[in-house]
């Protein structure tokens, strides 16, 4: 089946979650879609064949964001399958939550090397390699607005991903490429899930003004707007997608 737009995107960490909710969205849209995951080769490859189902076209693409080789392959990959890239979501990310004084180092530098060093393979390889009039997007998070105890390392890997983001924006803008980020408040899915109770799960309900959580699909709407036709004229924004929590 031919998709119907000649458009290639590139999701980081699409296997499941919000990147799995992308790269559904994107290909419904009508992009050929690459579907990035580290470990979980099933769920990708379920991913794919649902795409396929509904008519759409995508294909899967093992890499560690964290490995810039990696990032390299997955960009070779798309361009030898597809002929180009024109969109990439960097949204493969990990959280580890603890107060900074309980911070183990291996914690920290997995943090660093998968959410911002992994943001930044990705941007250097789309910063040469994207087609003119591409999109990218970063996911941040709202978390940087609420300063909550316990997310000090994630923030910040976050907080250095929109720095990047703003930056890229200003270089990349002669050639017609955006660059934005979408940081959304909590989101159900498993990353958010783990290690929270339900009172805790609860007490963040409540806390939102819409009185529940984002779904995936909250978000993927905000990236396919980012990537899509209306949106040529947002650049070096940072969206937050939340409820209005923050
Ligand atoms: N959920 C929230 O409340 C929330 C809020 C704000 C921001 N975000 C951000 O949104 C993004 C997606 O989060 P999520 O909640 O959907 O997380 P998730 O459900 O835990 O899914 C994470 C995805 O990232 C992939 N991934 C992890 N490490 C990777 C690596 N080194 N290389 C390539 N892929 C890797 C995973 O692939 P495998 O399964 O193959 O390992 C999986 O597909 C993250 O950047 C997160 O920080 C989430």
Same mark, same amino acid.
Do not use: C
């Given at each position: 089946m031919t998709p119907s737009t000649n458009k290639v995107a590139i999701v980081t960490g699409a296997s499941r979650g919000i990147g799995a909710a992308i790269a559904r969205r994107l290909a419904s849209d009508g992009l050929s879609v690459v579907v990035n995951y580290a470990g979980s080769a099933g769920a990708a490859a379920d991913l794919v064949a649902d795409i396929e189902k509904a008519g759409g076209r995508a294909m899967t693409f093992q890499a560690d964001v964290s490995d810039p080789e990696a990032v390299t392959r997955l960009f070779d990959a798309a361009e030898a399958a597809y002929g180009g890239v024109d969109v990439l979501v960097n949204n493969a990310g990990i959280m580890k939550l603890a107060p900074l004084a309980q911070v183990d180092d291996a914690a920290f530098d997995q943090t660093i090397a998968i959410n911002l060093k992994g943001t930044f393979n990705g941007l250097r390889e789309a910063a040469n390699r994207l087609r003119d009039g591409g999109r990218i997007v970063n996911l941040s998070t709202s978390v940087i607005g609420l300063?909550?105890?316990?997310?000090?390392?994630?923030? @910040?890997?976050?907080?250095?991903?929109?720095?990047?983001?703003?930056?890229? #924006?200003?270089?990349?803008? #002669?050639?017609?490429?955006?660059?934005?980020?979408? @940081?959304?408040?909590?989101?159900?899915?498993?990353?958010?899930?783990?290690?929270?109770?339900? #009172?805790?799960?609860?007490?963040?309900?409540?806390?939102?003004?819409?009185?529940?959580?984002?779904?995936?699909?909250?978000? #993927?709407?905000?990236?396919?707007?980012?990537?899509?036709?209306?949106?040529?004229?947002?650049?070096?924004?940072?969206?937050?997608?939340?409820?209005?929590?923050?």
């Open positions: 300063y909550q105890p316990g997310y000090g390392v994630y923030a @910040a890997s976050k907080a250095a991903v929109e720095a990047l983001t703003h930056i890229l #924006a200003k270089e990349l803008g #002669a050639r017609g490429v955006t660059v934005n980020a979408v @940081a959304p408040g909590p989101v159900a899915t498993e990353l958010f899930f783990e290690g929270k109770d339900e #009172a805790t799960l609860d007490r963040i309900r409540q806390m939102n003004p819409l009185g529940r959580l984002g779904d995936v699909g909250d978000i #993927a709407s905000v990236v396919s707007l980012l990537v899509g036709p209306n949106a040529g004229w947002i650049n070096g924004q940072i969206v937050r997608a939340n409820g209005g929590v923050v």
